[in-house]
Every structure is written in structure tokens, then in C-alpha cells.
T-cell receptor, first 115, second 116 residues
Framework: GAVVSQHPSRVICKSGTSVKIECRSLDFQATTMFWYRQFPKKSLMLMAT?????????EQGVEKDKFLINHASLTLSTLTVTSAHPEDSSFYIC???????????FGPGTRLLVL | DQQVKQNSPSLSVQEGRISILNCDYTNSMFDYFLWYKKYPAEGPTFLISISSIKDKNEDGRFTVFLNKSAKHLSLHIVPSQPGDSAVYFC???????????????FGKGTHLIIQP
């Protein structure tokens, strides 16, 4: 149980285009989902916390107009990287949490490469 | 089917003693392993990593041991401190190419409690 999926697993796009990444909790309802970003040899960096039905909370230094997050249902959160640039190339991973539970369940991640 | 297993949901250790967190994996293609520490309502923090060409990596109070034949790794924390109380995640990846982790598979975590 407690499976989180992400789609796509890898994506290559041209600079200036937008890319949407989906995060789904497959067998539980997630009131809270998290989006992380990871650079090579670095730790996962929390980008934002997404609560179902409300606006996402972004960490300091993360541009909310650049990284649009939508958590429209208890099983789906999306991250849209708008007007992508090469510096946005990274590994994006989401996690989901059951209400009042401590454990976050992570998705397998999405590798984004912007050319 | 869990490819990375942390079989102890929680572990209680006295302050000053050694904490040993264990992790097992089933995928023989994994060649890079990481440990993350996580506090409630915070993102996981990278602690230490090890590639499959090594059997030990040490960073301060943290040491990770890798036993490839047993498909087992462990994180040792010596001495344990109250601030170490957190959830620890083991993670693994395939295809480490020198650039860092890719496609991480995480364990479900071990809640370490350091008692004074």
C-alpha cells in the first residue's frame, strides 16, 4: 500500500516551453503532497507543500509563478514548470502524506532536461 | 514489491550510545545508496551516501556500511544525540554515472528516538 506515482519519469523539452508533472497517490487519499527538487550530489530540496483544495506553500527562493502547483483532488497534484530554461533541468520528486500521519510516501521522481 | 526495506519502523537508543539503522535491498542493479533524515513537516535532509564500489563511507558521526553480497547497508550514528531523533530514510538508485542519484527508491523509514 501507500503507492505514489509520478508521470512522466523522464522528459526532454525545448527552452521556453512548459512541462507538467503529475503526482498521484494510488491507494490512499493524500491531503498533503510535497514537491522536491534534487541537483546531482545534492539533497532533495523542498520546493513547496501542496494541500488539497488550497494554494500551495512555497519555500523561500522558489518562484511560484515559475513552478505552478495544483492539488485539485485528494489523489493528484501537478507541478508545471513554466517557460522552462536549461537551469530548470533537475530531478523532481513528489511525496504524499496521509492526514495526521508522519510518513511521506515518495514518488519515483521525474528527470527533466531542458535543451 | 519493495526493493528497499527498512524493517524497523522505530528504534529507541540512549543518548551517547550507538544508533544502528538497517536497510536491505533486493535489486542487484542498485549501485548508489543514500540516507536521508527527516523531521516532521520538513523535507528530508541528505545525510550520507555510498557507491557500490565502496563498503564504507564516513562523515563525522555518521558511517554507512555496505555489504553487497548480503544486499544490506546500515547507518551508524556515534555518539547519538537528542537532535538525531527523526525519521531516517534509506534510498537506492540504479545507473550511478558520477552525477549523483537518479530514480531513487526509498525505504519507508525508521523513526529513531534518542532518549536522554
Amino acid at each position: 500500500g501507500a503507492v505514489v506515482s509520478q508521470h512522466p519519469s523522464r522528459v526532454i523539452c525545448k527552452s521556453g516551453t512548459s512541462v507538467k508533472i503529475e503526482c498521484r497517490s494510488l491507494d490512499f487519499q493524500a491531503t498533503t503532497m510535497f514537491w522536491y527538487r534534487q541537483f546531482p550530489k545534492k539533497s532533495l530540496m523542498l520546493m513547496a507543500t501542496s494541500n488539497e483544495g488550497s494554494k500551495a506553500t512555497y519555500e523561500q527562493g522558489v518562484e511560484k509563478d515559475k513552478f505552478l502547483i495544483n492539488h485539485a483532488s485528494l489523489t493528484l497534484s501537478t507541478l508545471t514548470v513554466t517557460s522552462a530554461h536549461p537551469e530548470d533541468s533537475s530531478f523532481y520528486i513528489c511525496s504524499a502524506r496521509i492526514w495526521l500521519a508522519q510518513t511521506q510516501y515518495f514518488g519515483p521522481g521525474t528527470r527533466l532536461l531542458v535543451l | 514489491d519493495q526493493q528497499v526495506k527498512q524493517n524497523s519502523p522505530s528504534l529507541s537508543v540512549q543518548e551517547g550510545r550507538i544508533s544502528i539503522l538497517n536497510c536491505d535491498y533486493t535489486n542487484s542493479m542498485f549501485d548508489y545508496f543514500l540516507w536521508y533524515k527527516k523531521y516532521p513537516a520538513e523535507g528530508p535532509t541528505f545525510l550520507i551516501s555510498i557507491s557500490s564500489i565502496k563498503d564504507k563511507n564516513e562523515d563525522g558521526r555518521f558511517t554507512v556500511f555496505l555489504n553487497k553480497s548480503a544486499k544490506h547497508l546500515s547507518l551508524h550514528i556515534v555518539p547519538s544525540q537528542p537532535g538525531d531523533s527523526a525519521v531516517y530514510f534509506c534510498a537506492a538508485s540504479e545507473g550511478y554515472s558520477g552525477g549523483g542519484a537518479d530514480g531513487l527508491t526509498f525505504g519507508k523509514g525508521t523513526h529513531l528516538i534518542i532518549q536522554p
